[in-house]
C-alpha cells in the first residue's frame, strides 16, 4: 500500500500560558482524506492544538505544516484552504440562513449558491428560518455549512455533537462522514468515546498536553484485547441508546 500523504504534519508543539506547560511536546500527523480525532479530557490541550493549527493562536514552540504551508511563514494561505466553525456570536439575529451564508462568503470573498449549501447539510426547508430558530442539531449543521463555504481541503470541528440528542448526534456522523467521502479532511474533537469509534479513521488520545496513545480504533482495542484485557461483565448486544433510536426512528428530524 501507498504510504499515506501527511496533509498536516505537527512536530515538537509546544505552549505554554504564562508559566503553564498546556501542551508538551507533541507531534502527529494527519493523512489526506481521513477523519481525525483528538480525544481526552477537559483541559488536555485539544482545544488549544486545533487553534494554532488553525493559525489562531500563537505556539511556544515546534514546526506545523498544512498543505505544506508553515503555520509561520504561510498563515494567510493556510486560512484560505481551511474551514473552520464561526463563533455563534457572528450570526446576526436579523439575518436568515441564506443572508447569513451570503454575508460570509462575502466576507471569505467567494461567490456561493446559498441553497446549495444548505442542501448539503439538509437544512432546505430552513432557508428563510433564523439561527436562533433551529434546533441543536440544525445550529451544528448550519455552522458545518459555513465551514464549507471557501470549498476548504481540510475542516476542524471543535466537540460538534455535544448537546445533541443520540439522532442529531448519528444524522451529525453521517454529514461528517460525507464530507470526508467527498475529499475533504477532517480534524474534530470531541469527549464520547463512541462517536470516535464510529466516525474517527484515526484517533490521538491527549491528557495532560501529551499524547498517550495514536492508531485507529480498532487497533487501540485490537492491542488492548492482546495484552489480555477482558471486560469484566458480559456486554450486552444493545444498549439503551439502540432501544431509543429503535423506538424513535433514525430519520432527519426537523425539530
Ligand atoms: N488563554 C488561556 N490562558 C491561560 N490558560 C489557558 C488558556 N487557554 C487554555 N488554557 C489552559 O490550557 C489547558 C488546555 O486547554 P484547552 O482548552 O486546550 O483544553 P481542551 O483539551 O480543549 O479542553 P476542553 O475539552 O475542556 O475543551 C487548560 O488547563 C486551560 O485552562
Redesign the pocket.
Known amino acids: 500500500m501507498d504510504q499515506p500523504h501527511a496533509i498536516i504534519s505537527v512536530r515538537n508543539l509546544i505552549k505554554n500560558?504564562a508559566d503553564?506547560n498546556?501542551v508538551k511536546g507533541i507531534s502527529f500527523d494527519v493523512y489526506n482524506h481521513e477523519i481525525f480525532g483528538l480525544l481526552?479530557p477537559?483541559?488536555?490541550?485539544?482545544?488549544?492544538t486545533l487553534e494554532i493549527i488553525e493559525t489562531l493562536r500563537e505556539k511556544t514552540s515546534g514546526e506545523i505544516y498544512v498543505d505544506g504551508l508553515s503555520v509561520d511563514k504561510d498563515a494567510n494561505a493556510i486560512k484560505r484552504i481551511i474551514g473552520v466553525q464561526l463563533q455563534a456570536a457572528g450570526y446576526y439575529p436579523n439575518l436568515n440562513l441564506v443572508e447569513l451564508l451570503e454575508l460570509f462568503a462575502g466576507l471569505y470573498g467567494v461567490k456561493v449558491k446559498p441553497m446549495e449549501m444548505l442542501e448539503k447539510v439538509n437544512l432546505q426547508d430552513k432557508a428563510k428560518a433564523k439561527y436562533k430558530a433551529l434546533s441543536g442539531g440544525q445550529k451544528q449543521r448550519f455552522s458545518i455549512a459555513t465551514t464549507l463555504l471557501n470549498s476548504p481541503k481540510i475542516i476542524f470541528l471543535d466537540e460538534p455533537t455535544t448537546g445533541l440528542d443520540p439522532q442529531a448526534r448519528r444524522n451529525l456522523w453521517d454529514l461528517i462522514s460525507e464530507i470526508r467521502d467527498q475529499g475533504t479532511t477532517i480534524v474534530l474533537?470531541t469527549?464520547y468515546m463512541d462517536e470516535a469509534e464510529q466516525l474517527c479513521d484515526r484517533v490521538a488520545f491527549?491528557e495532560s498536553g501529551k499524547i498517550i496513545a495514536l492508531d485507529s480504533p480498532d487497533n487501540l482495542i485490537d492491542q488492548l484485547i492482546s495484552s489480555g484485557f477482558e471486560r469484566k461483565k458480559e456486554v450486552k448486544k444493545a444498549n439503551l441508546e439502540d432501544v431509543f433510536i429503535n423506538l424513535t426512528g433514525q430519520q432527519w428530524r426537523e425539530g
Open positions: 500560558y503553564f498546556a481526552g477537559n483541559g488536555a490541550g485539544k482545544t488549544t474533537t469527549h491527549v
